[in-house]
């Protein structure tokens, strides 16, 4: 049994108070049971008024939907580099994730997936869980590739029949104005996987049609960094941006590593669905490493001032982890509460857990413990520490 005491985070504010755990949190005792210290109280530039509490703030695990590697390991080298990225990134508060594969040859995509599954099937102490796989390409659109490798499929039946055998991909990254991609996003849904919109050029009208075909089938709609290779709003072509916004009942997940969002994107997507944001890495294997060339998908990507690019300047995804992201919501302005659950409640709510995401007795002990610099000093993943 292992006991924790600092401000707790709940759905509805802090609370100063004690987790007794396991695997699973046994019980949460509240110091001043009703009290909740209001989210103003510890918003912005208010954060330092907690400190004189002297309380660790202790919130549940980072929940990362789009991470494709770190650490040097990458979810497309197999088996060694699925556990090196969980390893890598439960030390920056991540306790569970969704290994992402990269546009590539289909057998190659097919293969990493087989790896991935493996993966999730027999979990190692230090690695956060993998939850499955974020099938990010090929069923994206050639004219917005960002650093995807140029092996785009359209998404035929039969393609998406393979990928729902491999039974690991929980979010697939779809662009809306493919041919069969209403057919496909249904077909998806159905098997419980998220569709997420991305890579994309899409007009709103094509986005609502696969949004709403989702919906039909009771699935989730996401959108893959809200921002970044999709088709941007203004005021008579709202495109993927306007059409996610618009929609409540979609989430979508935002790159904040100051390079990707501005700081003002981020707070109006925010304003506009306060319920659904979800704080993602996009982390390529360099996250953690020294400057320098790595590879990704088959393409080099050069690391510099903490930024990477392939050779043409696009952005290679990132060198993120989830507590600069966390870090970085703070920065822009918004609550450490909020932002703490853009990086846990929601991604959980978004995958149909339960049992994470929280802090509730019954709830898996996946724990992370800040400082008052928002630095991560403690992780559990089930329990059991990894930091
Ligand atoms: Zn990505």
């Known amino acids: 049994m292992t006991i924790l005491e600092g401000l707790l985070w709940t759905p509805r504010g802090w609370q100063s108070g004690r987790l007794r755990f396991e695997s699973e949190i046994q019980e949460v005792q509240m110091q001043f049971p009703g009290t909740h210290l209001s989210e103003t109280q510890l918003s912005g530039t208010q954060l330092r008024a907690a400190e004189p509490l002297g309380a660790p703030f202790i919130v549940p695990g980072f929940i990362d939907v789009h991470v494709h590697g770190g650490g040097g390991f990458d979810a497309m080298d197999g088996e060694d580099g699925v556990r090196g990225l969980a390893r890598f990134h439960a030390r920056h508060g991540t306790t569970a994730l969704l290994a992402t594969t990269i546009t590539n040859p289909w057998e190659r995509v097919l293969g990493a997936l087989e790896r991935v599954?493996?993966?999730?099937?027999?979990?190692?102490?230090?690695?956060?869980?993998?939850?499955?796989?974020?099938?990010?390409?090929?069923?994206?659109?050639?004219?917005?590739?960002?650093?995807?490798?140029?092996?785009?499929?359209?998404?035929?039946?039969?393609?998406?029949?393979?990928?729902?055998?491999?039974?690991?991909?929980?979010?697939?990254?779809?662009?809306?104005e493919l041919p069969g991609a209403v057919e496909a996003a249904r077909q998806f849904a159905r098997a419980g996987v998220r569709v997420s919109l991305g890579h994309t050029i899409a007009t709103a009208?094509?986005?609502?049609?696969?949004?709403?075909?989702?919906?039909?089938?009771?699935?989730?709609?996401?959108?893959?960094?809200?921002?970044?290779?999709?088709?941007?709003?203004?005021?008579?072509?709202?495109?993927?941006?306007?059409?996610?916004?618009?929609?409540?009942?979609?989430?979508?997940?935002?790159?904040?590593?100051g390079h990707h969002v501005h700081p003002t994107s981020f707070l109006s997507?925010?304003?506009?669905?306060?319920?659904?944001?979800?704080?993602?890495?996009?982390?390529?294997?360099?996250?953690?490493?020294?400057?320098?060339?790595?590879?990704?998908?088959?393409?080099?990507?050069?690391?510099?001032?903490?930024?990477?690019?392939?050779?043409?300047?696009?952005?290679?995804?990132?060198?993120?982890?989830?507590?600069?992201?966390?870090?970085?919501?703070?920065?822009?302005?918004?609550?450490?509460?909020?932002?703490?659950a853009l990086a846990s409640a929601h991604p959980a709510r978004y995958l149909g857990l339960s049992d994470r995401g929280g802090l509730s007795a019954g709830q898996r002990a996946d724990l992370v413990v800040l400082n008052g610099e928002l630095k991560v000093v403690q992780v559990y993943v089930k329990g059991r520490a990894v930091l």
Request: hydrophobic residues 45%.
């Open 269 to 340: 997507a925010h304003a506009a669905k306060p319920e659904r944001m979800l704080l993602v890495t996009d982390a390529m294997r360099a996250a953690g490493m020294p400057d320098g060339d790595y590879d990704l998908g088959g393409q080099t990507a050069t690391v510099r001032a903490g930024q990477a690019r392939l050779a043409g300047g696009s952005l290679a995804g990132s060198l993120l982890t989830m507590d600069q992201a966390l870090r970085g919501a703070v920065k822009a302005g918004l609550s450490l509460h909020r932002s703490v």
């Open 117 to 176: 599954r493996a993966v999730q099937g027999a979990p190692q102490p230090g690695e956060a869980s993998v939850l499955g796989a974020h099938l990010e390409g090929p069923f994206v659109n050639p004219l917005k590739l960002g650093a995807q490798p140029p092996f785009t499929l359209l998404p035929t039946p039969q393609r998406v029949a393979e990928v729902l055998a491999a039974g690991v991909v929980r979010v697939v990254t779809l662009a809306p």
């Open 205 to 257: 009208e094509e986005a609502v049609a696969v949004t709403e075909a989702v919906l039909t089938e009771g699935g989730e709609v996401g959108g893959t960094h809200l921002f970044n290779a999709m088709s941007g709003l203004s005021g008579r072509e709202p495109g993927v941006i306007g059409a996610l916004l618009s929609r409540p009942a979609t989430f979508a997940e935002l790159i904040l590593d």
